[in-house]
């Protein structure tokens, strides 16, 4: 049989080449990703930092299109809420009720952002997650992005779902859009940013809530119930999680939360991949939240930082004493119980402590008490407040995460930018991206076992090593110039969709 040979740009007559880059733009590759919040549109933990971020990130790159799909929350800020261009609105079938859905627009840092709107899911005071409904008010959403992208004609090459929320967009896609030609040809990545929240709901919901059809329900089911990541997972072209070292822990049952079995099953389809952070937006050189603006080559500002952050919080100004700071939701696989058994024993010692964050009422109360007792020692603030948390960052020396469970973690990254040295435990993405000062040189300290005596030698070691001024020179210049852009990273998302 005779074949001929595709033309090249230098086989192709002039005239053609001339249109190269209009041709080549035409064959950009779409992604769409699918999220239950995005900074700084709506944010409540480290996936928002996620889907702020890595979009951004990717449409630099010129070979890209990429949108992202969110839920119109009415906790969005009026700010950005007036920008957004209403494009269009139908009805969404959940199951056997028909909803309506309406879309807005807008276009924010060279990425498209699509709005699902719909108050009755949408309009809650206070949360955006937590309501006894929430597993309709995500199949709706998982559903809707989906009817989006066929009305609007924007059927991607690639849809990148992300956690337990968008899960069913998988499902719906594979198991029963799949007869459409223009979804059948859509791939799919479902990343697991935290395996501990998967969408469980009785078996009852299967048709009368996601409406799934009978032909999936071994995809679908665990112990009984429908498992949204589980379905996901099984039904996903590519299944990816936030760091190497977590993708690697979910095939056991101590991290995998019942979903070992299923991770294994799927192991060939699995890759972990670093998260990043915004290095722009977490920028000592230009964050408005400091009191001042300081450099690696010029810390004089973090100094500054420092006591006026003691000042704020009614500590005394000391600059030769180490504050020890921890600004993390207050849940437990945080490894909040380690930090319990120990925090007196490191406030027996010339230290100031700070604690940021809100979660489990125990925790609060413990914190909060332990501040009252420990007066001009030891500040805890129950909130979750952006401006403050990097008042902290910027303000404190140790940034303390010793997690029982962190798939990527994002907190020490940002510490790290600060100037602040992270003190972790070795596990998920803390382990790949901090490496011990005193065993390796590296950027901060580390420690194994998930036990308290083990994390209180290394919170020894940073505050022995803090009264060294040239190694704490050191190890600080260490964690702020590591490098933690998405450059790297959103290069290792490229190779993954180019699979
Ligand atoms: C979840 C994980 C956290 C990760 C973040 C972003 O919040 O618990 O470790 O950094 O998602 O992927």
Same mark, same amino acid.
Request: glycine residues 8%; aromatic residues 12%.
């Given at each position: ?12 007559p ?5 249109k ?8 950009k590759?779409k992604i769409?990703?699918l ?7 709506i944010?409540?933990g480290?996936?928002?930092?996620v889907?702020?971020?890595l979009p ?10 990429i949108?992202?799909?969110?839920p119109?929350y009415s906790?969005?800020s ?7 261009k209403f494009?269009?609105n139908f ?8 909803q309506y ?5 807008y276009e924010?840092q060279?990425v ?6 719909n ?6 005071? !206070?949360?955006?997650?937590g309501f006894y ?11 809707a ?12 090459d690639?849809l ?7 899960a ?11 007869g459409d030609d ?5 791939k799919s ?7 501990e929240?998967?969408g469980k709901f009785?078996?009852d &919901? ?9 032909s999936?329900k ?6 009984g119930g429908?498992?949204?990541?589980k379905?996901?997972?099984e039904? &996903?072209d ?21 979903l ?6 799927n192991a060939?389809?699995l890759?972990?991949?670093?998260n990043?952070?915004?290095?722009d937006y977490?920028?000592?050189?230009t964050?408005k939240?400091?009191f001042?603006?300081y450099?690696?080559?010029?810390l ?13 919080l009614g ?6 004493v180490?504050i020890?700071a921890?600004?993390s939701?207050?849940?437990s696989?945080?490894?909040l119980?380690?930090?319990?058994y ?8 010339d ?22 007792a420990y ?10 407040n952006?401006d403050?948390s990097?008042k902290?960052?910027? !303000?404190s020396?140790i940034?303390?995460?010793p ?11 940002i510490?790290?930018r600060? !100037?602040?040295v992270p003190v972790v435990r070795?596990t998920?993405?803390?382990?790949d991206?901090?490496?011990?000062? &005193?065993?390796?040189?590296g ?5 194994h076992?998930?036990n308290?005596h ?16 040239d190694?704490w020179?050191?190890?600080q210049?260490r ?10 990273q959103?290069g290792?998302?490229e190779?993954?969709y180019?699979k």
């Open positions: 049989m005779k074949t001929t040979k595709r033309p090249t740009a230098h086989t192709l002039k005239k053609i080449t001339d190269l880059p209009e041709i080549r733009a035409v064959e590759k769409i990703f999220g239950s919040e995005a900074a700084p549109f944010a409540t480290g996936l928002a930092d889907l702020g971020s951004k990130a990717l449409a630099k790159n010129k070979n890209f299109d949108s992202v799909i969110l119109l906790n969005i009026k700010e950005f809420k007036s920008k957004f494009v269009m009805n969404v079938s959940v199951s056997w009720r028909l859905c309406g879309v807005f627009y924010y060279g498209k952002f699509y709005f699902i709107d108050e009755f899911y949408f309009k809650r005071e !206070g949360n955006i997650y409904d929430d597993g309709e008010r995500f199949a709706f959403f998982s559903r992005a989906l009817d989006t992208i066929a009305r609007l004609d924007i059927y991607p690639i990148h779902c992300n956690d337990w929320q968008t069913a967009s998988i499902i719906y896609l594979k198991g029963m859009y799949y223009k979804f059948r040809k859509i990545v479902f990343t697991i940013h935290n395996i929240y998967q009785g078996m &919901t299967f048709g009368d809530l996601f409406g799934f059809s009978e999936i071994n995809f679908v089911e665990l112990d429908v498992n949204l990541m379905g996901a997972i039904m &996903t590519i299944v990816s999680t936030v760091s190497p070292t977590y993708a690697e822990e979910i095939k056991t049952p101590f991290f995998a939360h019942g070992d079995g299923i991770i294994n099953v060939r389809k890759s972990g991949i670093l990043g952070i915004d290095i977490y920028n000592p050189e964050d939240c400091l001042k603006n450099s690696v080559d010029d004089s500002g973090k100094a500054v930082c420092k006591s006026e952050l003691q000042k704020m500590l005394p100004v000391r600059s030769e180490p020890i921890i600004i939701r207050l849940v696989h945080k490894g119980d380690l930090v319990k120990a925090l007196e024993s490191i406030l027996s010692q230290v100031q402590v700070i604690i940021l964050g809100k979660g489990e009422i125990g925790y609060e109360n413990y914190f909060t008490n332990v501040a009252n007066k001009g020692k030891c500040a805890t603030i129950i909130a979750y952006q403050l990097r902290i960052y910027s !303000g020396d940034f303390l995460m997690s029982k469970m962190e798939p990527c973690g994002l907190s020490q990254m510490a790290s600060y !100037g602040t070795e998920g993405g803390l382990n991206s901090i490496k011990g000062y &005193t065993v390796v040189k950027n901060g300290f580390t420690f076992d998930y308290a083990d994390m209180l030698y290394v919170v020894n070691e940073a505050i022995r090593t803090f009264k060294d001024k190694a020179a050191d190890v210049r964690a702020m110039t590591t490098d933690f852009s998405w450059k790297i959103a290792e998302y190779k993954l180019n």
